[in-house]
């Protein structure tokens, strides 16, 4: 079972033998035991109260998730899949329990498929999980997998084992295997879950159990502890209490809230909701943030991870969720950071199945892409509450799991490794703005390619202009950024580069159509400031050259422009001898527009109009001053084809 349920199922259900209450409603069989957390008595009251009559959307939605709890996973996508066609009332959580159904179920639709049908109620960033984790997962990894040395721990009991954490030289961990026989329950088996410490020996087994002496006395839960260091406490969930004995919200449940203990000190109580459940404290010693499971309504699934600031462990903030980077449409829980890496466990529907354990790079405020750890910790079971630290020359490390095999429910396994556990990978970040004015540019599409040709991650920026790729890691890319009527920005990097990349942001630059053309005498040109010849020169000019790079650069945004030079002179002069003059700067400037790197064949004209086209009425003839006779001096670079160029 998923350990989050587990918990709330021994505290909110069999273990306490409270049922909730449904105001101003009569509660079917089915409801009673629903919510109870007896899925399969829950699943036959509701099939019986379908063949009878009818159910509600609600409970047919309970009869779904009654199939999906006791793994009837054929049953479960297509109770939902029903759901989904007709009138749907599912939340995302719904539809990661519906997906994890169908991937799981034979002669079901398929997940990806489905994907897309309901791409729409997740969030981007799950999505860019998603195709990240099913690339790592089905291209195969095995060349850049590591070797785990993985064993079972002696201690483990015939009970639940589970939530691991250093202490100093020890390791604690929870346990329901029956300390006090008068402190049980049904139909578990099992006694309240209670804090052990133990021994660590050299091999990584564990010797030596006892209880963990020195917390507030409860006879109900204390569970997944993680010991601060520089605190020198505990932290901790229980079961709320008053005298003494459980409390119960006004709809008769009872939930777990979170504990400091300083070892040897005071006990002091930090969070506690009666209707709200708390879960899998973990205290960063680095920055003073205590996270954290829950599931609150502003959650993106069930139980999302959060963290609060405090002040050497006093809260000092609200829960703040980590957001859809981390958090899913399923259940995140167990936080732990060892190096810059933030590990959890998430039974998002894109895993190997069950819980599975991923690592997030931190980029200071930011979280990479979580990293599914592999089919080595992971399996199609449920693998949770990792945590690891530098053992010799390489890292010890435990984490709980209900694969088979084991002695008990959920066990608690060692592994021993020569590396960090989790892939080398390759991120991109930063934001794509406006080259004109370093605007921020929102909804392009930011791409990566290797060096087949192949896309392998794509994104699309923020409001604020802000994208963040992470693939796995190569020695060779190609990044790209794409809007309409926006200028292609493509780069290619080497090894050298990527790697100095990883620890800074990337800054892309596009260039607006519509910033780099105006409309002059009824045609589309390049912006240019007005440049001239000297009298009856064909020379270029510095000024004329500098004006002339942005004509370059214009190109290079848009190659697929094709271009006219004109030129035009005042009507100084023979009329013959202006045209060879203006053909001739005409002709000079193709000449360095080809010289500088645009393609001969984007150039298709250079026209010299002579006297013909004169702006205002400084004629033949006709007394002018010099400003006046400018104004008819003048270069245009026209764009043949703006008409279609975004067609």
């Known amino acids: 079972m998923n350990p989050t349920k587990k918990i709330q199922f021994t505290l909110w259900a069999a273990l306490l033998g409270v049922a909730f209450c449904f105001a101003q409603k009569k509660q079917s069989e089915g409801d009673v035991f629903f919510f109870q957390y007896e899925y399969q008595k829950a699943a036959r ?36 899949m029903e759901i989904y066609d007709q009138d749907t009332i ?88 029956l300390a006090n026989k008068k402190l049980r329950y049904e139909p578990g088996n099992e006694g309240y879950f209670n804090i052990y410490e133990s021994e660590i020996q050299p091999s990584g087994q564990i010797r030596s159990l006892k209880t963990l002496k020195g917390l507030e006395e409860t006879n109900y839960h204390k569970a997944t502890p993680s010991f601060s260091s520089a605190l020198n406490s505990v932290f901790y969930v229980a079961s709320n209490t008053q005298n003494g004995e459980l409390a119960f919200d006004s709809k008769g449940k009872n939930a777990l809230s979170i504990a400091k203990q300083t070892i040897g000190g005071d006990h002091q109580l930090l969070l506690k909701d ?120 390489g890292l010890l490390g435990y984490f709980a799991s ?18 960090k556990p989790g892939l080398k990978t390759l991120t991109f970040k930063g934001e794509v703005v406006n080259s004109q004015n370093q605007n921020a540019v929102a909804n392009a599409v930011v791409s990566l390619w290797n060096m087949d040709g192949e896309k392998i991650a794509t994104t699309t920026s923020d409001e604020n202009g802000a994208y963040r790729l992470e693939v796995p890691y190569e020695t060779e890319v190609v990044i790209e950024a794409t809007k309409e009527r926006y200028s292609r920005f493509i780069e290619q990097f080497g090894q050298e580069q990527l790697d100095a990349l990883q620890k800074q942001s990337y800054t892309i630059g596009v260039s607006l159509y519509d910033d780099l053309v105006e409309e002059r005498e009824g045609q589309k040109v390049v912006k240019l400031d007005d440049f001239y010849f000297d009298k009856g020169s064909t020379d270029l000019t510095d000024n004329i050259k500098n004006e002339l790079t942005k004509v370059v650069d214009f190109m290079n945004a848009f190659p697929e422009a094709q271009l006219r030079v004109e030129t035009y002179t005042d009507s100084r002069g023979g009329s013959s001898t ?53 104004q008819n001096q003048r270069s245009l670079i026209v764009v043949l084809n703006d008409n279609v160029m975004f067609d």
């Open 45 to 80: 009251a509701y099939e019986k109260q379908l063949s009878e009559g009818t159910l509600t959307k609600q409970q047919f939605l309970n009869l779904a998730d009654a199939y999906f709890e006791t793994d009837n996973f054929e049953k479960a996508s297509a109770a939902y």
């Open 90 to 177: 599912m939340n995302p959580h719904h539809y990661n329990k519906m997906l994890q159904s169908l991937s799981k179920a034979p002669n079901s639709e398929g997940v990806d498929a489905f994907v897309e049908r309901v791409s729409s109620n997740f969030p981007k960033e799950l999505l860019e999980n998603m195709e990240f984790n099913k690339q790592l997962l089905q291209s195969g990894t095995d060349e850049n997998q590591l070797e785990y040395e993985i064993f079972n721990l002696e201690g483990n009991s015939p009970q639940t084992d589970f939530a691991p954490s250093f202490y100093l030289n020890k390791l604690l961990f929870s346990s329901g295997r």
């Open 274 to 393: 009666l209707s709200t459940s708390f879960y899998y404290p973990f205290y960063d010693d680095r920055n003073g943030k205590l996270y954290f499971a829950a599931d609150f309504e502003d959650g993106y699934g069930g139980t999302d991870i959060y963290f609060v600031y405090t002040n050497n462990g006093q809260v000092m903030s609200a829960p703040i969720n980590l957001g859809p980077r981390i958090n899913s449409s399923g259940n995140e829980i167990a936080p732990f950071i060892f190096e810059n890496s933030f590990y959890f466990a998430s039974d998002v529907f894109f895993g190997l199945g069950g819980m599975d354990i991923y690592k997030s790079n931190l980029e200071g405020e930011d979280f990479g892409i979580p990293i599914n750890l592999g089919n080595q910790i992971n399996t199609e079971f449920d693998d949770f509450g990792l945590i690891i630290r530098n053992e010799g020359d």
């Open 402 to 419: 209900n694969r088979p095999g084991g002695k008990g429910k959920d066990d608690i396994y060692g592994f021993k490794v020569d590396e």
């Open 578 to 630: 202006n045209f060879k003059l203006t053909q001739a700067r005409s002709d000079a400037i193709k000449r360095y527009l080809v010289a500088s790197g645009v393609p001969a064949t984007s150039v298709l004209y250079s026209i010299g109009y002579g006297e013909d086209k004169i702006l205002n009425n400084c004629t033949n003839g006709v007394f002018c001053l010099e400003t006046l006779h400018k």
